[in-house]
């Protein structure tokens, strides 16, 4: 879908303002980044919505994902359809939980996100948090099957470390690529020039923040840190 050599780098911007965001893309861009995420940290939904669409409006061509902090794909659905039908569209919606209970033979709560999904009218990639960072924690022994699970039910299986800014185990990250099989697997949180390696076989879209920010900085992209990380990134491209 990206055309890209590599895994997929989108470096993720805790938003404050436009002009903050604007800043931010303009240095994802000129590292040759395929997109980006906004994620609202500091604020509600409600104040965060017309910043994304003075942002799609500055930046048109641009691929575009968001996360709701905390809200859920089924929730989400619906604002991103209407946000669509007002010519803002989002590329992608990045679930923190997925709401995949691998210790249930029904995934009830998975099923009908995607029929929220399937019914608003909105057709953008669906990231899904599993075994994700300030939710439910799983079993190391059940992360194979909490990825096989859930790779039905959203576009992109995505996983992270322990918390923001931690470095996922190398172990888990391989059992959830064991469990999707071919399917999409993303990684949010600890992703870093100096470790990208260890994960770049293994994964095929990184989300990136604190990772690539200057240092003590938690809105703002170094360019050369990014610039490194993108140069890895490509370079298991060409060796593949």
Aim: net charge negative; hydrophobic share 40%.
């Amino acid at each position: 879908m990206f055309e890209c050599r590599g895994p997929v780098v989108t470096p993720v911007i805790h938003v404050l303002d436009r002009e903050q965001v604007l800043r931010n893309i303009r240095v994802a861009v000129r590292s040759g980044v395929p997109g980006v995420f906004l994620i609202n940290h500091d604020f509600p939904v409600g104040d965060f919505i017309p910043i994304i669409t003075d942002v799609r409006k500055s930046t048109p061509n641009l691929w575009i994902g968001v996360n709701f902090l905390a809200m859920p794909g089924r929730d989400a659905f619906p604002i991103l359809s209407r946000l669509c039908a007002n010519d803002c569209s989002i590329d992608a919606y990045w679930a923190d939980d997925a709401r995949i209970d691998e210790r249930l033979e029904h995934q009830a709560e998975a099923k009908a996100a995607r029929r929220v999904y399937s019914a608003c009218g909105w057709n953008g990639l669906y990231f899904g948090g599993v075994a994700f960072k300030k939710q439910r924690e799983v079993r190391r022994e059940d992360f194979k099957g909490a990825a096989r699970t859930a790779a039905p039910y959203m576009d992109v299986v995505t996983t992270s470390g322990a918390a923001t800014g931690h470095a996922a185990d190398v172990s888990k990250v391989s059992d959830f690529r064991k469990g999707v099989g071919d399917r999409p697997l993303a990684l949010a949180s600890g992703v870093t020039p100096e470790n990208v390696s260890d994960y770049a076989t293994l994964i095929d879209c990184f989300l990136v923040a604190t990772g690539i920010n200057y240092a003590g900085d938690f809105y703002n992209i170094d360019p050369g840190r990014l610039d490194e990380l993108m140069a890895i990134a490509c370079r298991y491209g060409e060796e593949s």
